[in-house]
């Protein structure tokens, strides 16, 4: 039972494009948290979706982030217009039911390098 | 969620055991007592969870206090891949609010 996939691994973006990275959560989950780990810095909560259904985006800055989860395929989150600030590590996390007896399962994240 | 309180940082040596402290005096009735950690490069990762009773997993020990307004993590023999950021984090248990982590306490492990 693969666990939850993210990719790419790394990505560089230069100033100005877009970024997308990808979530594919693990086999029967369809609650997909997002966080962002900027560097030296805490893991801080993003977005909660599940399945077509954005739940919770209070951690989402107001512009250039978005966020799905579509009925089909891995849930993407997108970053338009990149600065530099933007560099990160993103962690995605997946869990089968929303109530706090279960834990979540994070990815192995994305690193963008924004140049 | 309740607020956590750790220690920055703790130290062990290896094949020792370690007790990772945590304070959490507001916890309400519903609230899980949550257990992370991320080791270095790595995102983070599920280590145990409890509510009342005190938790046994392959990876480590959950000790409840019965007041509940303390826990502590027991690794019964800690190596260098124990070398982590620990985080301990209350959950309601609706589960409405997502995990949200705070500084953690950062273990090091001595050879």
């Known amino acids: 039972n693969a666990g939850v996939m993210q990719n790419p691994r790394h990505l560089v973006r230069r100033r100005g494009q877009e970024a997308r990275l990808r979530c594919s959560p693990m086999k029967g989950h369809s609650h997909v948290y997002w966080y962002r780990q900027l560097p030296e810095e805490g893991l801080k909560f993003m977005v909660y979706?599940?399945?077509?259904?954005?739940?919770?985006e209070s951690g989402m800055p107001k512009e250039r982030f978005s966020a799905e989860f579509p009925k089909e395929g891995p849930s993407i989150l997108r970053i338009q217009q990149v600065v530099r600030g933007d560099s990160a590590a993103y962690f995605c996390?997946?869990?089968?039911?929303?109530?706090?007896?279960?834990?979540?399962?994070f990815g192995s994240g994305t690193r963008l390098t924004v140049v | 969620d309740a607020k956590t309180t750790q220690p920055n940082s703790m130290e062990s040596n290896e094949e020792e055991p370690v007790h990772l402290p945590c304070n959490h005096s507001t916890i309400s009735g519903t609230d899980y007592i949550h257990w992370y950690r991320q080791l270095p490069s790595q995102g983070p990762e599920y280590v145990i969870h409890?509510?009342?009773s005190n938790v046994n997993n392959r990876m480590a020990s959950l000790a409840i206090a019965e007041d509940r307004k303390s826990s502590t993590l027991i690794l019964h023999r800690a190596t260098l891949r124990d070398a982590a950021v620990y985080y301990c984090?209350?959950?309601?248990?609706?589960?409405?609010?997502?995990?949200?982590f705070g500084k953690g306490t950062r273990l090091s492990v001595i050879a």
């Open positions: 409890g509510l009342t």
């Open positions: 984090i209350l959950r309601d248990v609706a589960g409405n609010t997502p995990l949200v």
């Open positions: 996390a997946s869990s089968p039911r929303k109530g706090a007896n279960y834990g979540y399962t």
């Open positions: 979706l599940q399945k077509e259904n954005i739940i919770d």
